[in-house]
C-alpha cells in the first residue's frame, strides 16, 4: 500500500517537472523564433522574408513556428510591440526613483529611450524594422489598425504622464497636455528614425539630453503650449 502510495507521489512529481520543463523548452522556441524573426526582418525587409527564412535563421521547423504564431502578420504583431514593453519597463524603473519628482523620472525616461539605441542591439534592430523595413501593404496591412492603436493608446499615456507632472507642480497648470502629447511623440519618432536612417549625420548619445531638456523647457515657458483660450485672451 505504501509502495503504490509512493509510486503514485513520484509520479505527480515527475509529471509536473516534465510539464514544466515542457513549457520552458517552449518559451525558449518562441524566444528563438522572435530572435531569428528580428535579426532576419531587419536584413531583407518584411516584404522579402518569408516563415521559412525565419524558421532556417531559429533552427526550427515551419510548424514550431505555427505552432507559436498564426502567420507572419502575427509574428510581425508580436516584434513591433516589443519597443512599447521595453519602455514600460524604463518608466516603472525611473517613477520607482523619482516617486515624487513625475517629471525628473520623464526626463530619464525620454533620454534612456534615446541613448539604448546605441547599446541596445535589438531596441536599434527593432526601430530600424519600424521605420525602413517594413510597409503596411498586402498581408501586413491588418497590423497597420494594430500600430494605430498604440500610436493612440501612446498619446494617451503621455498626456497622463504630464498630467502627473502638472500635479507636482513641475509644470505649468495650463498646459495644452493634446498639444504637448504630441510634440513629444514627434520629437521621440523623429529622432529615432533620422538617426537610424543616417546614424552618422549626429551623436545620438552626446545630443539626447540636449533635446530632452529642450524639450522640457519648452513646456515649462513657451506660451505657445498653454491652452489656446488663454492665449487669445
Known amino acids: ?46 516584404s522579402a522574408t518569408s516563415l521559412s527564412d525565419i524558421a532556417t535563421a531559429a533552427g526550427v521547423t515551419r510548424g514550431a513556428i505555427y505552432w507559436h504564431f498564426k502567420n507572419k502578420t502575427d509574428l510581425l504583431s508580436v516584434v513591433c510591440k516589443i519597443p512599447k514593453h521595453k519602455t514600460a519597463e524604463l518608466e516603472k524603473e525611473y517613477q520607482a526613483k523619482y516617486p515624487n519628482n513625475p517629471l525628473i523620472a520623464l526626463r530619464y525616461l525620454l533620454i534612456s529611450v534615446l541613448k539604448i539605441m546605441v547599446g541596445d542591439l535589438q531596441s536599434c534592430l527593432l526601430m530600424e524594422i519600424f521605420f525602413h523595413k517594413c510597409e503596411f501593404v498586402g498581408e501586413m496591412s491588418p497590423l497597420a489598425d494594430e500600430l494605430r492603436e498604440i500610436c493612440i493608446s501612446d498619446y494617451e499615456r503621455i498626456e497622463k504622464l504630464l498630467g502627473f507632472c502638472i500635479q507636482s507642480g513641475e509644470l505649468p497648470h495650463n498646459l495644452d497636455l493634446k498639444r504637448s502629447s504630441i510634440m513629444l511623440r514627434a520629437l521621440m519618432t523623429g529622432v529615432l528614425e533620422n538617426w537610424l536612417f543616417a546614424p552618422d549625420s549626429f551623436n545620438i548619445q552626446d545630443q539626447s539630453v540636449y533635446l530632452v531638456d529642450s524639450f522640457i523647457d519648452t513646456l515649462k515657458y513657451s506660451h505657445h503650449m498653454r491652452h489656446r483660450d488663454e492665449n487669445e485672451s
Open 1 to 46: 500500500m505504501n509502495v503504490c502510495k509512493s509510486a503514485s507521489v513520484k509520479n505527480k512529481v515527475y509529471g509536473k517537472k516534465m510539464a514544466r520543463n515542457n513549457k520552458q523548452q517552449a518559451q525558449q522556441t518562441r524566444q528563438q523564433i522572435i530572435d531569428a524573426a528580428i535579426k532576419t526582418f531587419s536584413e531583407r525587409g518584411v
